[in-house]
């Protein structure tokens, strides 16, 4: 849209008038949507190749795997009518989903496959009562289980602030993808493989029998042996939750834009002169030093809207950067640094670095830019820029901070014009009078307006250069009520002297900022030890008082939030499993694996070196879904042979045998799904990897603990809520 306006305009400008645009945030947009929609895509081709060893069945394979182009359809579709745009979040979530989606049709069309690999021996049995058996088999398991992962996102969509705006796409369009495969699972789904189906073996793939083959002995082993696969469980919970207190906490992981912003501040008395000479010297220093660098555009003091307001001491330069490929260091973090050497060259400023996107989004919620935002309220402007410069040099020290700075609210030129009005009054001038004559003489009086065409340029006078000049401004000549004139130096003292920048307040309170970075540590520490620091070496005069924010405060409201709402998504899990199996105790059973589940992720996150973000607690959340999944699908087959009278140690060996290849096939084709995503080096990557991290990790260790705890569990503790019945000599084993 503006770059057809631009295109548009084009044809009305001067010939020789040429329009640069620097910066263009559709380029980041389509960079960052071209990551996902390939890591989308890669996940398909590996999903399929999955389905295909798993099953050994091309046909079975592509009915699975008919799923994902019908659900993402239906997805679009939900999307239109929400409202929802194919960003970098939706489509994100979509990716995250891609392996969740086949988990239905997987349960459904391996019982189909299982069922009528087996019906030769039931030849009076038609094929569609075959395939309607075994979707009704699974159907109970299935749809509980797909519910249940779409529960656990719900607690996205009651995230507020910057983690609202991008998580709540991310929910919405995988309840949406995962509710789509539901149905899809459940009607076109066992329609299609019915025709698509053809003769079925009994033959296992190649894939299933070399799991059995460590399965069988691995499981029996455990049956007999108990007692140490409860002990590696419990110490690797134990484990986990060490690690757990080690892994720092931090709030979303740095977007790339592509694009540096830095932000330089001269002192306050500078003019626009000054500054501009700053400015050169500072970007050809750049353009010098730093040959990635492709272009520099800075803008200085702020326009009469006030939208954003900076000083003409202030100015953000944007810093346009070569393609990646023509860099002579490997990532922007070590760009960062180069440009920091080559700035150390240039002493007597304040600078910071930020990015486009994330300068507008720090500043429109918290009101000030960088990871860390201390604010100190008081009501003494003196007493607060003391207490500034004090607590940006404790914060300088604390390890890991980085551009730490403070706006200098002090030095900015003021003329101080003290009134005699014993002296006004006998001239017969009131000092209002005095007032508006100066007011005319410096600030200007509109004397009319030219038209020019369309345009009306209003016509301003006033006194040159009065401003900054006392003894010129102390001669001006007023004139009198009498007609007489006399110097204003015989009706006031004027006098240059030194007062603050600005007066910001907050909440009715004035107050002042140290802004901070954070650099090689997790947010959350670096935010402890600093708030240590400050509480031993500042000491806080009486009614002033400190607010810690930024990037920090969003942290703690997104993690507050998620403290509050999971534990309500995991109780209505736990009563959706009491309804599935009307058994409290099976249901404790598989709602356990959860807190197994969860070891995986952490040891993943540990080992990567992430940090626990927000992205990294939605991979746990959908970590908790596909664990209860698949401990669901288990235990219902448990009950299910069960039921026929079978002894409950052939129960747990048959039924985990039995349920091994779709619960190997859901795991793997969820954590599969999610590589490319691992792997993805694009704008967005940063952002999708920590979930990618945290449920690959995750679903290593829920797999091996359902596939061997589970059946332990279930043998010592499940019966006891089961009722069996002895079959009749007339009834039929249910396959």
Do not use: C
Request: no cysteine.
């Amino acid at each position: 849209g503006v770059q057809q306006r631009l295109a548009d305009l084009k044809s009305s400008l001067p010939p020789d008038l040429k329009i640069n645009v620097f910066y263009n945030r559709a380029d980041l947009v389509n960079a960052a949507v071209h990551t996902v929609s390939k890591a989308l895509l890669e996940a398909v081709v590996l999903v399929l190749i999955l389905l295909i060893l798993f099953l050994g069945n091309v046909r079975a394979a592509i009915t699975v795997a008919l799923t994902l182009p019908m659900a993402a359809l239906i997805t679009f579709i939900l999307m239109k009518q929400f409202g929802m745009s194919a960003n970098l979040m939706s489509l994100g979530g979509l990716a995250i989903a891609i392996g969740m989606l086949v988990d239905a049709a997987v349960v459904v069309v391996e019982n189909m496959v299982a069922h009528l690999a087996q019906a030769h021996k039931y030849p009076h049995r038609p094929r569609l009562h075959l395939v309607y058996r075994s979707v009704v088999e699974v159907a109970a398991p299935v749809t509980s289980g797909i519910i249940i992962i779409m529960l656990v996102f719900l607690p996205l969509l009651s995230l507020q602030g910057l983690e609202g705006k991008l998580f709540s796409p991310v929910a919405l369009t995988i309840i949406f993808a995962l509710g789509a495969s539901l149905v899809l699972s459940l009607t076109l789904i066992p329609v299609v493989a019915s025709l698509l189906l053809g003769k079925v073996t009994d033959h296992e793939p190649w894939l299933v029998r070399q799991l059995h083959r460590i399965y069988v002995p691995s499981l029996n082993l455990a049956l007999r042996r108990p007692w140490p696969v409860f002990g590696i469980a419990l110490a690797g919970l134990i484990a986990a939750g060490v690690l757990y207190t080690q892994i720092g906490k931090t709030f979303m992981p740095s977007l790339d834009e592509g694009t540096l912003v830095m932000q330089v501040e001269n002192l306050p008395s500078t003019t626009l002169n000054g500054t501009i000479k700053l400015n050169t010297e500072v970007q050809q220093a750049l353009m010098k030093g730093v040959p990635e660098i492709a272009q520099i555009v800075a803008r200085s003091g702020s326009d009469e809207l006030g939208l954003d307001p900076m000083g003409l001491n202030d100015t953000d330069t944007f810093l346009v950067m070569k393609p990646q490929d023509q860099w002579s260091v490997l990532d922007m973090a070590a760009l960062r640094e180069k440009i920091r050497h080559v700035l150390m060259t240039l002493p007597g400023f304040n600078y910071s670095f930020t990015q486009p996107i994330e300068m507008r989004v720090s500043e429109m919620l918290t009101g000030s830019r960088g990871d860390l935002a201390i604010k100190i309220f008081g009501s003494d402007l003196t007493e607060l820029n003391t207490l500034t410069d004090h607590i940006k040099t404790v914060v300088s020290a604390v390890p890991g901070a980085q551009d730490v700075a403070t706006t200098d609210n002090e030095g900015l030129l003021y003329l101080n014009i003290k009134v005699n009005q014993a002296a006004v009054a006998r001239t017969g001038l009131s000092v209002s009078s005095l007032e508006d004559i100066l007011r005319a003489q410096i600030e200007g009086q509109l004397a009319g307006m030219v038209q020019e065409g369309a345009a009306r340029t209003p016509i301003l006078i006033r006194a040159d250069a009065l401003a900054n000049a006392p003894q010129k401004l102390s001669e001006l000549p007023i004139a009198l009520p009498d007609g007489s004139v006399q110097p204003l130096s015989n009706l006031a003292t004027v006098a240059r002297t030194t007062g603050p920048v600005f007066v910001t307040r907050e909440m009715g309170s004035r107050f002042a900022v140290v802004r901070a970075n954070v650099s090689g540590r997790a947010l959350t520490d670096f935010v402890a030890d600093a708030k240590t620091q400050v509480a031993q070496k500042v000491e806080l005069p009486i009614g002033y008082r400190l607010e810690w924010g930024g990037q920090f405060e969003n942290q703690q409201r997104a993690a507050a939030r998620l403290g509050l709402v999971v534990p309500i998504a995991l109780g209505l899990i736990f009563v959706l499993l009491f309804s599935t199996f009307n058994s409290l105790r099976q249901a404790l059973l598989v709602f356990a694996n959860i807190p197994f589940a969860l070891i995986g992720g952490v040891f993943a996150l540990y080992i990567s070196g992430e940090y626990l973000s927000v992205p990294a607690s939605v991979g746990f959340i959908a970590l908790l879904g596909i664990a209860v999944l698949n401990g669901l699908v288990l235990v219902t087959y448990f009950n299910q042979l069960a039921a026929q009278g079978m002894a409950i140690g052939e129960v747990v060996r048959q039924g985990a045998l039995r349920r091994l290849r779709p619960v190997m096939m859901t795991a793997s084709i969820a954590a599969l799904g999610l590589v490319p995503l691992l792997f993805a080096t694009g704008p967005g990557s940063e952002i999708q990897k920590p979930l990618a991290i945290v449920v690959i990790g995750g679903l290593i260790t829920s797999t091996l603990l359902t596939l061997i705890l589970l059946p332990i569990l279930y043998q010592r503790f499940g019966q006891k809520a089961l009722k069996p019945t002895p079959p009749t000599p007339s009834a039929e084993p249910l396959l």
